[in-house]
């Protein structure tokens, strides 16, 4: 989705007007080479700048009126800038974005009264003026920088996602399907912590699942429709087809309650009610969300698919909730990542349709049918775990960066081995602060844009693993 800066171009009045004329064709240019909506002044004020008290206050109105396009604000200072009416249009204009500053860098050649920026100064004027204002900010990998370098192209791309997981994150609708397995305290949650937050969690008991599945016809159009698409998405061969038909209603109810309540992601009791009460395993259609964006999540683990959604929200390619299952060998920054098989198909190049192994042994294996089977192969890795310390009545988080590998691994389900630098120390800091034994997962790069949404714009306590 196209993604709406707000602009504001600083100003100050002894500098001169073609640096600000130059800053504004810059911007342009370089919103319609990434594909960037713009909201800034125009011929409201001098040039389309911010300078002056008034200034602060059109710019403010400009913003205000189109808050609900705006996904975060870019400040630039093709000159020193006058700080004080850039901070006061932010506040005016009561938006709760983030904000990227991007000050020019001056010509050695040309410090002279016509092209001289002092933007270096002005610069740190400014952030000291946010800082008075409590207005927090992302700042560039260099203190000065062009807006069409790759540099800055760069820093931009990363505060864009910034801006989707801070803003996903404030209205983020999630769905418990199913009551907790009483086995797993591990995934309890607080909906009051994360409300406050702006995440809604909402609810549904599986007898309303079951009832309505059970209502759909057999030859019923949308369910022959739905069988055809898991046939197409995996290997099925040797999936019977009654858990076949059971798939396709389970997942049809679950879309038309997502629908009816605009939920962005599910969280599901994947055992064993599923299995003795229904007669099949949720893992293909849960893949089959994920992989359209919709994230699914085990053992409904909400802050699970909370972390999964960061994720995605982060690197715009689908995520998975996975298990630290096993110690690879013995290899200390290794291991390996697992679960009966619920990740999305971009996890799994192989993946097939079988049955829940282990779960079978104890309801029976005709009833997992719909547990998918896979090897992820090698590519970068970043994980994430968000969970609320009830006791403290917080949100923390850790994050981190490592690899997935190609090393030998002969097991059944989803799975993949993995390499953390320095794994044994984020074990233990997993263990003794009491996080899940889940943890999301993602075929990409994301950690620094999950730091910063999470520790500057939401607040959270976040360890970022290096």
Known sequence: MKQTLGVIIGNRNFFPDVLISEARADVSALFDELNINAVMLDAETKLGAVETWDDAKKCAALFDANRHLIDGILILLPNFGEEKGIADAVKLSGLAAPILIQAYPDD?????????????????????????????????????????????????????????????????????????????????????????AGVSVQTIDFSEVFGNANKLADDDARVKGRMAQISAYADAAGVPPKSMLLMAKLALVIDDWMQELDLHATALQCWTSLQQNYGVNACTIMS???????????????????????????????????????????????????????????????????????????????????????????????????????????????????EFTDDPLQTFGARAVVRVENLQSLLKYICKNGFEHHAAMSMSRVADILEEAFANYLEWDVYRHV
Not at 162 to 183: D, E, S, T, W
Not at 305 to 329: E, I, K
Not at 352 to 364: F, K, N, P, S
Request: aromatic share 10%.
């Open 288 to 402: 089959m969300l994920s992989q359209n964006m919709r994230p699914s999540a085990c053992e409904v683990d909400i802050t699970g698919v909370m972390s999964m959604y960061a994720l995605q929200l982060a690197s715009g390619t689908p995520s998975a909730l996975v298990d630290w299952n096993n110690n690879y060998a013995d290899d200390p920054d290794k291991c390996v990542f697992f679960h009966c098989g619920n990740w999305a198909k971009d996890f799994l190049p192989d993946i097939q349709i079988r049955t829940a192994e282990i779960l079978g042994t104890i309801v029976g294996e005709e009833n997992t049918y719909g547990a998918l089977a896979g090897r992820t192969p090698s590519g970068p890795l970043s994980f994430a775990r968000i969970t609320t310390d009830d006791a403290y009545g917080e949100i923390r988080a850790y994050i981190g960066e490592g």
């Open 108 to 196: 050695m050649n040309r410090l002279t009264v016509d092209r001289r920026r002092d933007s270096f100064c002005g610069k740190i004027s400014l952030c000291n003026n946010l800082r008075q204002y409590n207005l927090p900010f992302t700042l560039t990998k260099l203190h000065t920088v062009h807006p069409q370098s790759e540099s800055f192209k760069e820093d931009l791309q990363t505060f864009l996602g910034v801006c989707r997981v801070v803003k996903g994150l404030r209205q983020a609708r999630f769905g418990a399907i199913g009551a907790r397995p009483n086995a797993f305290q591990t995934v309890r949650y607080s909906e009051k912590i994360l409300q406050d």
